[in-house]
Every structure is written in structure tokens, then in C-alpha cells.
């Protein structure tokens, strides 16, 4: 069995979205002058390999506290789609590498996370079309999970491609990296969220258990 971190570390320096502050990490308590070390934290709930909630777009969506454990664990398989030329992830990329396999999360390798700290990081990656996301609701899965920043594509004004996923209280995992030796494998994915009160997404340690 392996285990392989699908997660960043969350680091002061490390890439937002545009218009969110970077996390911010000092040190609250310290051995020398307190006997333990301890940080204070101040970070935005969609920083780094988080979860979006549906309440992240809808107003009565789900919170990531009223969302059962089990919402965040269970089958996957990544789609590897990072030879797509051109921003849509169409459905005829997708529906033969799903169609047969029974899963909760659909995972997209756009290959984004090899940009991961660069300014390319931010523009230019696949999302899946309006129609691929529709598909994806149909299938009844838990989850959706990119390595690219959004779902949405980076010059979206309008975020259909939560809003379809997200009505269907299917939630979706953002910033994911090492995934390209899993693409075409099926592997159990654990993505729990912080559980914090109301919120509307949550920083995860994403794995994957493979065997």
C-alpha cells in the first residue's frame, strides 16, 4: 500500500487567488519564553488544497461542518487531460475514462501543479465546459478535484462550473498536486476539511491510498 500527498504546504509565500490575502503565520509562543511553541494562524477558507463547500456560491448550500465525514472519502481516478490544446474540458475527453468505472471523485491532471509558484500557475489552465460538468452531476459522485487554482477557467466572471457541481452537493477539491503517476488508476482519496463552524470551504490534507 502507498500513501501519496496530494496536498501544498501552506506557506506565507505561497500562490492565492487573486484579490485573497496570503496566509499569514507567526509566532504566538515560543519554547524560550514559554515553555511550548505554538502559531497564530490568519488564512482565507479557500487557501492552498482546499474543499468548496456548495454554501461557497449558494446562498443555502451546505456548510463544510453540516457535510457528513464520509462526503470526503472514497473511491477516485485521475483523468489525465493535460495533452487537451485549448481551455474546455469537452466531454468527449472525459466520457470513455468514466463511463465503466464506478467512483466518487473525478480528478483532472491539467498538469497546472508543475506550475505551481510561477505567474503561468494563473492563467491559461483547462475546466471542464459547462457540458462536462453537467455530466459529471449526473453521475451521482461525491467530488470533483483539480490541481489548477479553480474549476472555473481563470478568466470566469461567472462561476457556472461550481454552481452545476455545487447544487448537486458535489464538492469540489482545488490546488491538488503529485498527480500525474496516478492518472487511469483507481485509488481510495481522503480530503477532510478542517470542521469549522458555517464555513463555506476548508483547507484538506488530501492522500491517496493506492495499492
Not at 12 to 27: F, L, N, R, W
Request: proline fraction near 5%.
Amino acid at each position: 500500500m502507498q500513501l501519496i500527498d496530494l496536498t501544498h504546504t501552506i506557506t506565507t509565500d505561497m500562490p492565492v487567488y487573486t484579490g485573497t490575502e496570503p496566509p499569514h503565520i507567526t509566532d504566538a509562543c515560543s519554547i524560550a519564553r514559554d515553555g511550548y511553541r505554538e502559531k497564530a494562524l490568519s488564512i482565507y477558507s479557500h487557501t492552498g488544497t482546499h474543499i468548496d463547500a456548495p454554501a461557497h456560491i449558494l446562498e443555502k448550500g451546505s456548510t463544510v461542518d453540516t457535510l457528513t465525514v464520509d462526503h470526503f472519502y472514497g473511491k477516485a481516478t485521475v483523468l489525465d487531460v493535460s495533452h487537451i490544446s485549448g481551455p474546455n474540458i469537452t466531454i468527449d475527453c472525459i466520457n470513455l475514462m468514466v463511463s465503466k468505472t464506478c467512483v466518487d471523485f473525478v480528478i483532472f491532471y491539467t498538469g497546472w501543479y508543475h506550475k505551481w509558484g510561477t505567474p503561468a500557475f494563473f492563467k491559461g489552465f483547462p475546466a471542464p465546459s459547462s457540458e462536462t460538468a453537467k455530466y459529471l452531476a449526473d453521475l451521482g459522485i461525491k467530488g470533483v478535484g483539480t490541481d489548477a487554482i479553480s474549476i472555473d477557467q481563470a478568466c470566469a466572471t461567472h462561476f457556472t462550473i461550481h454552481e452545476i457541481l455545487l447544487q448537486n452537493k458535489i464538492v469540489i477539491i482545488e490546488n491538488l498536486t503529485n498527480l500525474s503517476n496516478l492518472a487511469g488508476e483507481l485509488f481510495t482519496l481522503c480530503c477532510w476539511p478542517l470542521k469549522i463552524a458555517g464555513a463555506d470551504g476548508a483547507p484538506v490534507r488530501a492522500v491517496a491510498i493506492y495499492d
